[in-house]
């Protein structure tokens, strides 16, 4: 029931930049924690940031300072603007989002993935 469509991957260099968007419909309550895993080839999947009611935002040390996630809650959106790319931020990203923190964490809905190359 709950679909969550994502876009905005692709191919970019080093110190490129990309916005990824994800938009989350089916749902029938408000989906107040929506956040960002990526999977790099070879590696477990990995929580990005996330942002609660569409205002508190965390992010991991891997991206912090370089990605800024937003949302607007009452329409179920999710954005992550990633500046300065990485090589090692090469992966599939995936939205996800669940009524809470928790249920995001441990059970949300999945986007479908989104490739992101960064190239060297």
């Known amino acids: 029931q709950v679909q969550l469509v994502e876009s905005g991957g692709g191919l970019v260099q080093a110190g490129g930049s990309l916005r990824l968007s994800c938009a989350a419909s089916?749902?029938?309550?408000?989906?107040?924690?929506m956040g960002w895993y990526r999977q790099a080839p070879g590696k477990q999947r990995e929580l990005v940031a996330y942002i609660l009611s569409g205002r508190v935002t965390n992010y991991s040390d891997s991206v912090a300072g370089r990605f800024t996630i937003s949302g607007e809650s009452a329409k179920n959106t999710v954005y992550l603007q990633m500046n300065n790319l990485k090589p090692e931020d090469t992966g599939v990203y995936y939205c996800?989002?669940?009524?809470?923190?928790?249920?995001?964490?441990?059970?949300?809905?999945w986007g479908q993935g989104t490739q992101v190359t960064v190239s060297s």
């Open positions: 089916g749902s029938r309550f408000p989906l107040n924690a």
């Open positions: 996800a989002a669940g009524i809470n923190r928790q249920t995001m964490g441990s059970n949300p809905y």
